[in-house]
């Protein structure tokens, strides 16, 4: 009934929990994007069947595992490589998910943010939904409106899970994710929503604010203090000082271009 896909490269620090939590009656697809450590040999060691695809985002990585991996179970559970599903999450889908043939087909699963191992109760702004569990012959993937983020087409039969994953997003690596969120804030720059897309309510209010700078201050006071991440100490002032300065990137590169022009 169901395929594990988990898109991958050099996440050899990751995969192993990642895949220790999976049920080892699923097949799971590898989807790598050029790996170059241990991350196909530790799939290998798993039995895991795997792909190789350049890199183009999120949306193009999950429709090449839809349609060109081999896939012929009806289900498909996309899992990124620093996330964990817990146990309840496979009960629920073998007694009630995989009987909804006719009525959802993507099930947007809520995500749990560990920063450092910490588990982030506030900071985030919860519930955070993600278009995760997907039928395979119904489902496709556009990119959102951020240009680096995924989307379902809005054909899609929406259902939202009460049982969240955990989202292990960040071990300490602040500059590779500054660099990282360099190239991500780029393609920000200007919010264009796809047509035909599922957008989020956060989304949504995105594109709706625009790029004045009024976001940045407002990125942390809606992290730090409106969703209370001063409750979760040090780590919630890291996580808000993080994504303040991605806003604060986004600003400057969109206010160099408009200078550019």
């Known amino acids: 009934m169901l395929t594990i896909v988990i898109l991958t490269k050099n996440e050899q620090a990751n995969?192993?929990?990642?895949?220790?939590?999976?049920?080892?009656?699923?097949?799971?697809?590898?989807?790598?994007s050029g790996s170059t450590d241990d991350t196909i040999a530790i799939a290998v060691s798993r039995d895991c069947r795997i792909y190789t695809n350049p890199w183009l985002g999120f949306a193009e990585q999950r429709n090449f595992a839809i349609r060109q991996c081999d896939i012929n179970t009806p289900w498909i559970l996309f899992v990124d490589a620093d996330e964990i599903y817990p146990q309840?999450?496979?009960?629920?889908?073998?007694?009630?998910?995989?009987?909804?043939?006719?009525?959802?087909d993507v099930l947007m699963v809520?995500?749990?943010?560990?920063?450092?191992?910490?588990?982030?109760?506030?900071?985030?702004?919860?519930?955070?939904?993600?278009?995760?569990?997907?039928?395979?012959?119904?489902?496709?993937?556009?990119?959102?409106?951020?240009?680096?983020?995924?989307?379902?087409?809005n054909t899609c039969r929406i259902g939202y899970s009460a049982i969240p994953y955990e989202h292990y997003f960040y071990h300490g690596e602040i500059i590779e994710w500054m660099h990282k969120h360099v190239d991500k804030a780029a393609q920000e720059v200007q919010l264009q929503p796809t047509?035909?897309?599922?957008?989020?309510?956060?989304?949504?209010?995105?594109?709706?604010?625009?790029?004045s700078w009024l976001r940045v201050i407002a990125r942390f006071l809606y992290h730090f203090v409106f969703r209370g991440g001063f409750l979760d100490g040090v780590a919630g002032l890291e996580f808000a000082?993080?994504?303040?300065?991605?806003?604060?990137?986004?600003?400057?590169q969109a206010k160099a271009g408009i200078q550019a022009r």
């Open 15 to 32: 995969l192993p929990d990642c895949l220790a939590a999976i049920p080892e009656r699923y097949p799971i697809v590898i989807v790598d």
């Open 110 to 153: 809520p995500s749990i943010l560990y920063l450092r191992g910490k588990r982030l109760n506030h900071a985030p702004g919860y519930p955070i939904y993600h278009p995760r569990l997907v039928r395979r012959a119904t489902t496709r993937f556009v990119r959102n409106h951020t240009g680096h983020g995924e989307a379902v087409i």
């Open 241 to 252: 000082l993080m994504f303040t300065w991605y806003e604060a990137t986004i600003y400057l």
């Open 195 to 211: 047509t035909g897309a599922v957008m989020t309510a956060r989304g949504r209010l995105s594109v709706l604010l625009g790029r």
């Open 88 to 104: 309840a999450f496979y009960d629920w889908f073998e007694s009630e998910m995989a009987a909804a043939t006719n009525t959802i």
